[in-house]
């Protein structure tokens, strides 16, 4: 049994989630890796992603009770219909404007959700958002409506962007930009994740500039397990080389060797962390 799983263990329960499977064939590599060790527990998959099929393949194969898989809802890197793609800073100022197309992104949840379950064979387990979308006006009530239509009994839980403690985070610059991604649409998608009966995590950790070498990826990470409360989520987005267009490829290779080394184990334990799967921690959360 791993350290990553270690039943004495009484510290909070977090469920780390590696975002962007599928967009090319070394975040893939990096995750089955990772799994291997017993150091993820959710994928967040990119269905419009290069190389979305070929992981899938085998993510099928994994058992859902120890890694889940879920829809990483994207609107600005490769979504399938070829009107929805938009730049962030272009997706924000519509977003905001209110001048987004509820019908075409209704097509677009639409079109990754079906995409998500014909490759899986299965319903998403949770839905979050590349670049964090899924939270946005707009596209958070034309998912959360999707997610009423499709899954009227067994529906996926949804990932809050709820910024953590001041302790958690190493600079003032990464609590800046953690407590932005809450305000462009955490609120509203919790008052329409109660509405719907839907769960969510407490809060989320990972986030951070993208800069830094490995000594600064590891020191950031012993914070944030520091700082983790019970149910919380940890993104990450670990990766190997490729040949593919990557704007944070370096961040990639940095988190990958960090989440894989040895030193991994004693920064759970130190914090006490347990790893799980978050629909297992929800399962037996007080309310």
């Known amino acids: 049994m791993t350290a990553a799983a270690r039943p004495e263990a009484g510290g909070p329960r977090i ?16 995750v089955f890796a990772l799994q291997q060790l017993g150091r993820v527990q959710a994928v967040s998959a990119m269905v419009g992603g290069a190389a979305w099929a070929d992981g899938a393949r085998i993510l099928r194969t994994l058992d859902p009770e ?12 490769c979504p399938l219909l070829e009107q929805s793609r938009k730049p962030h ?25 079906d995409a998500f379950e014909h490759a899986m064979g299965r319903a998403p387990a949770y839905v979050d958002g590349h670049q964090h ?11 959360l409506q999707a997610i009423a239509q499709r899954y009227p009994t067994r529906r996926p839980w949804l990932r809050s962007t709820r910024s953590p403690a001041s ?17 462009l649409g ?17 809060h989320l950790l990972g986030v951070y500039d993208f800069h830094g070498d490995a000594r600064h990826y590891q020191a950031r990470l012993a914070q944030w397990l520091r700082a983790a409360r019970d149910g ?3 993104m990450c987005h670990p990766g190997l080389e490729s040949m593919a267009e990557d704007a944070i490829a370096a961040a990639r290779l940095v988190e990958f060797a960090v989440l894989s080394g040895p030193g991994f184990a004693a920064l759970l334990a130190a914090s006490q962390v347990r790893l799980l799967p978050l629909h297992r921690i929800l399962q037996t959360s007080p309310g």
């Not at 272009?90 to 097509?107: E, H, I, P, S, V």
């Not at 979308?133 to 998912?143: F, K, M, S, T, Y």
């Open 89 to 113: 800073r272009q997706l924000l100022l519509q977003a905001f404007t209110r001048r987004l197309d509820g019908k075409a992104l209704q097509q677009e949840i639409h079109a990754q959700l």
């Open 232 to 234: 919380d989520v940890l």
């Open 167 to 183: 302790a958690a985070h190493a600079d003032w610059r990464t609590q800046a930009k953690s407590r932005v991604i809450e305000w």
């Open 15 to 30: 469920c780390i989630c590696v975002d962007d499977f599928g967009l090319h064939a070394g975040i893939n590599q990096a």
């Open 133 to 143: 979308v899924h939270q946005l006006p707009g596209i958070r009530e034309q998912l």
């Open 66 to 77: 120890q890694l889940e898989v879920g829809l990483h809802l994207d609107f600005t890197e």
């Open 186 to 202: 955490n609120r509203g998608l919790q008052a329409g994740a109660q509405r719907l009966g839907l769960l969510q995590n407490g």
